[in-house]
């Protein structure tokens, strides 16, 4: 297994050569479309809804695994990926009320995405 690997999900994209690369190909996805939502207005909420749920669920995956025993990740980063994680899902709350943009989500994504992709392919 490897070390931020949401079970089930990483299957769902076309990275096969390293989990990671998939990872961040689908929290940047996820952003882009969180973005593309956005930009519409009102009329585009639908559309964040539903990726701000998909997002949800990267996100409760990503934080099973980070709490299984078995995660690779030394517990310093294990643990701050689980503080994102259950930041996303309250602030996914605050978004699906109408009561913030998704800004915070999509920057999480960026960032996390970011890392995934400057780390070396094994």
Same mark, same amino acid.
């Given at each position: 297994?490897?070390?931020?690997?949401?079970? *089930?999900?990483?299957?769902?994209?076309?990275? +096969?050569?390293?989990?990671? =690369?998939? +990872?961040?190909?689908? #929290?940047?996805?996820?952003?882009?479309?969180?973005?593309?939502?956005?930009?519409? *207005? @009102?009329? *585009?909420?639908? @559309?964040?809804?539903?990726?701000?749920? +998909?997002?949800?669920?990267?996100?409760?995956?990503?934080?099973?695994?980070?709490?299984?025993?078995?995660?690779?990740?030394?517990?310093?980063?294990?643990?701050? #990926?689980?503080?994102?994680?259950?930041?996303?899902?309250?602030?996914?709350?605050?978004? #699906?009320? *109408? =009561?913030?943009?998704?800004?915070?989500?999509? +920057?999480?994504?960026?960032?996390?995405? =970011?890392?995934?992709?400057?780390?070396?392919?094994?």
């Amino acid at each position: 297994m490897n070390a931020f690997a949401p079970r *089930g999900y990483a299957a769902t994209t076309s990275v +096969e050569a390293d989990p990671r =690369r998939a +990872e961040a190909a689908i #929290l940047s996805n996820l952003a882009a479309r969180m973005i593309r939502a956005g930009e519409v *207005g @009102a009329a *585009g909420f639908p @559309a964040l809804v539903a990726a701000a749920h +998909e997002n949800r669920k990267f996100w409760q995956i990503a934080a099973e695994d980070l709490a299984s025993p078995e995660n690779g990740l030394p517990a310093g980063l294990r643990a701050q #990926l689980l503080s994102l994680a259950m930041f996303v899902e309250r602030e996914t709350a605050h978004v #699906l009320a *109408g =009561r913030r943009p998704a800004d915070a989500l999509i +920057e999480i994504n960026r960032a996390v995405a =970011r890392g995934l992709f400057d780390q070396p392919v094994t």
